[in-house]
């Protein structure tokens, strides 16, 4: 009897361990930071669907636009190369929805969420975001 009681022990902690890292993640929020003197601080969040990431954008202070947004290969100090293309913001409010894809490949790779201060300037980045895991949640 002790043995199946310490085995059962064993694989609730199995379980326990195993579940964080087997469950795909859901949702994840990442602080957008003004930058080149914007002002443009917001947040972009991020919300696995089936078969698809639903992207919203929201910057409480943000013109009327449009402004385009893109998801770039690279990171926010080094950005390159639109992996994929974003709704353009209005009044600082973006929606997207990205077949095809999931938000822990997004996770797996390196990529950034990056705004454009208009389409006359869009080598002006007005706001930008890692997509990471917080480092609370790793
Ligand atoms: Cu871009």
């Given amino acids: 009897m002790k043995t199946v009681i310490a085995l059962l022990a064993c694989f609730g902690l199995g379980a326990a361990y195993l579940a964080p890292a087997a469950a795909a993640t859901s949702t994840l929020t990442l602080k957008l930071s003004a930058q080149n003197g914007s002002g443009e601080n917001g947040t972009a969040t991020l919300t696995?669907?089936?078969g698809a990431v639903n992207v919203?954008?929201?910057i409480p202070n943000g013109p009327a636009g449009p402004q385009p947004a893109h998801i770039?290969?690279?990171t926010c100090a080094g950005i390159l190369g639109v992996a994929y293309g974003l709704t353009s913001l209005a009044n600082g409010n973006s929606t997207t929805v990205i077949k095809g894809i999931t938000i822990d490949q997004l996770l797996a790779g390196?990529?950034?969420i990056n705004v454009h201060k208009s389409t006359d300037n869009m080598g002006n980045y007005v706001a930008c975001a890692n997509i990471v895991k917080p480092a609370s949640s790793m």
């Fill in 110 to 112: 390196k990529y950034a």
């Fill in 48 to 50: 696995q669907a089936d």
């Fill in 72 to 74: 770039h290969d690279g």
């Fill in 56 to 58: 919203v954008i929201a």
